[in-house]
T-cell receptor
Framework: GENVEQHPSTLSVQEGDSAVIKCTYS??????FPWYKQELGKRPQLIID?????GEKKDQRIAVTLNKTAKHFSLHITETQPEDSAVYFC????????????FGTGTRLKVLA | NAGVTQTPKFQVLKTGQSMTLQCAQDMNHEYMSWYRQDPGMGLRLIHY???????DQGEVPNGYNVSRSTTEDFPLRLLSAAPSQTSVYFC???????????FGPGTRLTVT
């Protein structure tokens, strides 16, 4: 079945450094790739997304890149701040059959002050 | 708009009991889905629906039933609860042409 792999599972960076989280998807028909941030005890919140017809998207300190050939997409956070500490999830909207969203297993990001 | 709402927030069940987790959205979204979240496992898709009257199984459907009689509501039924169903359950919805999923606040379920 469709699968999304996410790495690393944990990531610690110094405040001000950059963080990169990578995901790989299996369904080549996937057409939408969102990233969610989840703080402890809260619901996942969308922070950035990209559609399959775009290679890169940026919103202030966060950016997402997509390589359709390799079926990879990545989240880049620059100038990290302590409030960026959270769990981040990638997902892919697969379109084989009826469409659905499959999530990665999450990355716990710790930004050290 | 209230967005996506879920009830109850917390629930404790005994093994073998049944219950229904409620999910509703007021955004006229076609797509609705249920996920369970366990430590280290991410968000795993249980069931989803692309419109009223249409449901399909996700990655972990066993032990759960759903129905979609209206656009607004998508209840999740546990017919005979098991300790393995202890988890946090999230409902989400999206519009077909915008793709972004909106999540409800979650239901924390404990089965003893």
């Amino acid at each position: 079945g469709e699968n999304v792999e996410q790495h690393p599972s944990t990531l610690s960076v110094q405040e001000g450094d950059s963080a990169v989280i990578k995901c790989t998807y299996s369904d080549s028909a996937s057409n939408y790739f969102p990233w969610y941030k989840q703080e402890l005890g809260k619901r996942p919140q969308l922070i950035i997304d990209i559609r399959s017809n775009v290679g890169e998207k940026k919103d202030q300190r966060i950016a997402v890149t997509l390589n359709k050939t390799a079926k990879h997409f990545s989240l880049h956070i620059t100038e990290t701040q302590p409030e960026d500490s959270a769990v981040y999830f990638c997902a892919a909207r697969t379109t084989s059959g009826t469409y659905k969203y499959i999530f990665g297993t999450g990355t716990r990001l710790k930004v050290l002050a | 708009n209230a967005g996506v709402t879920q009830t109850p927030k917390f629930q404790v069940l005994k093994t073998g009991q049944s219950m229904t987790l409620q999910c509703a959205q007021d955004m006229n979204h076609e797509y609705m889905s249920w996920y369970r979240q366990d430590p280290g496992m991410g968000l795993r898709l249980i069931h989803y629906s692309v419109g009223a009257g249409i449901t399909d199984q996700g990655e972990v459907p066993n032990g759960y039933n759903v129905s979609r009689s209206t656009t607004e509501d998508f209840p999740l039924r546990l017919l005979s609860a098991a300790p393995s169903q202890t988890s946090v359950y999230f409902c989400a919805s999206s519009r077909d042409n915008s793709y972004e999923q909106y999540f409800g606040p979650g239901t924390r379920l404990t089965v003893t």
